[in-house]
């Protein structure tokens, strides 16, 4: 049992919103920038991949959830708009499960390694989107925490 002089409730809450939007922060960063400028998948190869998912002007699409997945990680990571940034993290995720990842199922059945990191990446955003960026912020407001 954790000594209550060392985390407080809230104070623990605080840790752990930090470390969730640390982590989701660098995960969606690296795969942003991976899409925005040429590495794994590059923005070519990952525009394919939209148009194959059925959406209209694959190009625009592709563009719109990269820089959802580049700047959302950035705010994630400074603790601004955080319940905006993890809602449109998790609109990306959605879709990337729903799409892309086809809820796990592809041709030789179900497989759940096929969906468990997009999974973990929407509910941990949703998480961050209800509850809020924590009090370990870049710029707090005086009073809130």
Known sequence: ???????????????ALFLLRLVLGVAFVYHGWGKLFGHMPGMEMFTGMVGKMGFPLPAVFA??????????GIMMLIGIHVK???????????????????????????????????????FMSLAVAFLGPGCMVLMRCPGKC
């Open 84 to 122: 905006h940034a993890g809602y449109g993290l998790a609109a990306v995720m959605l879709v990337a499960l729903l799409g892309a990842h086809r809820l796990g199922f592809g041709p030789t059945g179900f497989s759940f390694a096929s969906i468990e990191l997009p999974l973990a990446y929407f």
């Open 1 to 15: 049992m954790m000594d209550s002089k060392m985390c407080s409730s809230s104070k623990c809450a605080d840790w």
């Open 63 to 72: 563009y719109i959830a990269a820089l959802i997945e580049f700047i959302g």
